[in-house]
């Protein structure tokens, strides 16, 4: 039996045969999933996620229900050995088990605590959440990773035919006024790596992406034919780029550190991603962002407007990537069983 | 690839066959939506626009998601050109082609801003969303109309042999505690009168509705038969009356002056509707309300209990209509493609 | 047509013939609600109830939609005659036919009162909103009762061979920082009782059941062979126990009078199921609990993750006995019409 918890876990040949399989659900229905139910659980907000696994699940023939704790069910405690006297009046080690009790498929969606870089970098509650479930689970972004959001970034690169190896590729920090999780561009970096692309992070001082995260990326990198490397420098980092992936982070030399961080952050305000920061790109370089992005702040509507932004195909791609982890995780499950 | 965003944009003939398939929809299963999926976007609350649409759907075949900005999703931006420094996370730009993307059609509920008339009388935030998606729009209730609504009283009347040419029509104004949108008044004047109805709005002084709602309402009537006309008078104006329909509103002379609005609306405790409103009406004169409604500050029980109020199957109403509207606009757009 | 208000409403075979179909459903698949819209009112929070009812409506090939007051929807009034001019804009006597006619059954939430125990004990409010449905109403939880959850927990203890006759079911009560709802321990004590055990209910000074809801289960003990006492000493109360079902639940001596109801709650913190509690206990006695359950608090994590608690098959066993009651009632109201 198969979790989707990184692309990690995944091979080479894996991951193709699931992009594939992506592009034929695009056009192809499937009912796959007939009678089949999709449990998930939203411990943080979701639009994309929300619509698209819930859309995917019918489309394939099955259904699916939604538990955001706090809203309308119990606020869930995570932490082992608490006497549980606070706001939490039920337990993650009830609650998991019992939801997969009902689903033939769970999707669970963590943010990072935002206090513990180590643990968060080893995303040490995801997967203590996972273990708790007897079916097939999907990570719906976790403390460091997104990796449903990464096979739609792939499949969109691939759609737009974005060269693997020898296509360059920027994630670009960008200014926001809070702290972000590092999950979509630790999520980002690996992927991108792992496509064979020359992967620039770039990004002011103290928002270098943690060592074990680059230290993945660079593995990803070698073994794929791609590398991988930092810049501050915007003009010199956009330098033939196919690809502008943006996304702001939280600096994690201040993690944890919410005043010292938001000092740092104060000051990179023309981090907002313009027209003018594509004028050593490829001609055609292309805009991502994973969305929510908010306009004016991260990126200017010259870009999200223009002919560059890839944005919605990139979210739509979100649906039919799933379907393909969907369909997967489902046979998966019943050869296991 | 047709919309559904006012009764205006429907001919005659296309609204009688709604109608018509809203009645056979009543008692005729359907399998016409199967796989197909509705996405339903709800700026503001709702009760029988969520239940009678998922159910709708269901009914035929086809399945649906929610999304409420705010409750587990992100808070949507709506205005242009703005610098998404403030607490919404994500524009419409951005959310209603991607929601549209999972889906096959889209339902939309944007209420009125309550401060500019001019801009919520033509409708301008609604139509800008409108416009922004790829798939067939519904309008789930705009600053200035409710269709849905309309062609579910429409049916309501249809169904209870009210007369269309010759029928009399009330439209009143009633107390709220609250400063009410224009959106259900305005179908409701609108739909009467194309139905050929002899229509007559009462209400205190300042609650008149707009000159242009008004006058698209006299056109309507003219063509169709009927009349349009307004009053404070209650006996005068409900004499003779086959339908008294109750709803209150915003007074449109202080609109966006909340201090003004509320200092008018103090005194007007007696605009209840209670039996005694009756005397001149029709003798089986019937009682619609959109719901939902404050009982004994809009309306007595006496009136809600009794046998004139017939508010129960007017929302039941509501599903079979929106079930004709669905099939139809899913095969304009399947025409289209 | 058939309402699945309580277990006392319906006869010993056909509790019988419910627990049997449960079985059969579990391995068994089922599309005999193809079609068909259960409708979800949910006044109060919920996991396990709202994750079940869909997931189980999802596999009998049916569907169902969801309604929270307050989130999303309206607030509802549920006093009669009152002036509407507080909070809540609408009133059950409209939203519950308005919800029943977009549906094929209809399930209700709603807590009791927790001020007047004489009304919670008769379970008026909940006989109220029922009275209200055309369509057959699924209790999911009253003041008084929580008839699914009893049915789940018998079908747990079948599962289990749990001795029907002679075999020995402790509920006992717990610490909570809360005062709690009478449903769930009125339920367990009723279905133990019905199931032909001997029930002790093990609770300290001013805990004790109110004498209505003890009478109705000594008279189903009386007819089932079993018998039900009361006791306040943990040890003499648990000897030869097969079953310890805990839960916390408020003081009716102090019923609607929250401050000696809290000063009496806050010196038993002693009252947290542990190990130590099963010493004098038959060899293999299960724990149960209706969940959430605040570990640490109710009851020590050594006995919810050792292998006595049955927690989680219990709250699975939800779905299947759900299943068999929706079944049964589309039958019920299929043969009424």
């Not at 039996?1 to 692309?7: E, K, P, Q, S, T």
């Not at 939203?42 to 859309?55: D, E, G, I, V, W």
């Not at 992927?191 to 992967?199: C, I, K, Q």
Request: aromatic share 8%.
């Amino acid at each position: 039996m198969r979790h989707f918890l990184d692309l990690a876990s995944w091979s080479d040949d894996e991951l193709h045969a699931l992009l594939e399989r992506a592009g034929v659900l695009e056009h192809t229905p499937s009912t796959a999933l007939t009678g089949r139910v999709l449990g998930l659980l939203f411990m943080n907000p979701s639009l994309r996620t929300l619509a698209s696994f819930q859309s995917g699940m019918s489309r394939l023939g099955g259904s699916s229900f939604v538990i955001s704790p706090g809203r309308g069910s119990w606020e869930l405690e995570t932490r082992l050995g608490v006497v549980m006297n606070d706001v939490a009046a039920e337990h993650v080690r009830e609650a998991i088990p019992v939801l997969a009790s009902y689903a033939d498929l769970l999707g669970i969606r963590a943010f990072a605590s935002g206090t513990d870089l180590q643990a968060d970098v080893e995303d040490r509650l995801f997967h203590q959440l996972a273990a708790l479930s007897p079916v097939p689970v999907i990570n719906l972004e976790s403390a460091i990773d997104h990796p449903c959001q990464a096979l739609a970034d792939w499949k969109t690169l691939d759609d737009l035919d974005v060269p693997r190896q020898g296509g360059r590729f920027v994630l670009s920090w960008a200014y926001h006024p809070k702290a972000l999780p590092l999950a979509v561009p630790a999520a980002a970096v690996q992927f991108a790596a792992r496509r064979g692309m020359d992967v620039t992070v770039l990004r002011p001082n103290g928002f270098g992406l943690p060592e074990a995260v680059m230290e993945r990326a660079r593995s990803a990198a070698a073994a794929a034919g791609g590398s991988v490397r930092e810049s501050e420098d915007r003009g010199e980092a956009m330098e033939g780029a196919h690809v502008l992936y943006a996304k702001s982070w939280t600096a994690p030399a201040d993690y944890g550190d919410a005043e010292a961080e938001s000092f740092r952050r104060a000051s990179l305000r023309d981090w907002c991603v313009g027209e003018s920061w594509f004028e050593t790109a490829a001609k055609d370089c292309r805009f991502l962002h994973c969305l929510p992005v908010r306009r004016n702040v991260v990126v200017r509507d010259e870009v999200l407007d223009g002919p560059r932004s890839v944005v919605v195909p990139q979210a739509r791609n979100r649906m039919f990537a799933q379907m393909a982890v969907l369909e997967k995780l489902m046979a998966s499950k019943e050869i296991a069983s």
